[in-house]
């Protein structure tokens, strides 16, 4: 199992992913001209926002699916397809964050930045993208050496 490429891209983004859930990934700051106060915007929530359940579930679902997905090394299918639902999810997690950050601009009105971090779960699908590629790959090999049996 762990000999297995794509088990290692597999345990990176699950690293990627548990790393990202206590991280902000963006930033508020409130606009010249009236008291400085700066948010921060995370999986674990902000201290404007309320009911970030949206943002928490996607960012637990990423490393969480990676996770179970290394351990189906034995079904090479449903691991290929489990890994393209964590590529969704991952886009999804910025539709997310997206209208969060619209949310927060339209009802605080503050400024918001991003932060490096939240590039963390763009990491995670092309690490996820190369381990589906590496695992169609094996199951391809398997049924060669099966039609030569």
């Known amino acids: ?29 409130s606009p010249e001209g009236t ?34 997905d290394i351990f189906l090394y034995k079904n090479r299918i449903l691991q290929a397809r489990l890994n393209i639902f964590t590529v969704m999810l991952c886009l999804g997690y910025y539709g997310v964050l997206a209208l969060y950050v619209w949310l927060a601009k339209m009802s605080l009105g503050v400024e918001w930045h991003i932060l490096p971090w939240a590039s963390f ?9 190369m381990a589906t590629r590496r695992i169609l790959k094996d199951e391809a090999l398997v049924r060669a050496a099966d039609r030569i049996r």
Do not use: D, H, K, N
């Open 1 to 29: 199992m762990i000999q297995r490429v794509q088990t290692l891209y597999l345990l990176a983004a699950v690293v990627l992913g548990i790393v990202l859930i206590w991280l902000p990934v963006v930033q508020f700051v």
């Open 35 to 68: 008291e400085l106060q700066v948010y921060e915007l995370s999986a674990l929530g902000g201290a404007p926002l309320q009911g970030l359940w949206g943002l928490t579930l996607t960012t637990v679902l990423i490393p969480l699916l990676a996770l179970v």
């Open 121 to 129: 779960p763009l990491v995670c699908l092309v690490l996820t993208m």
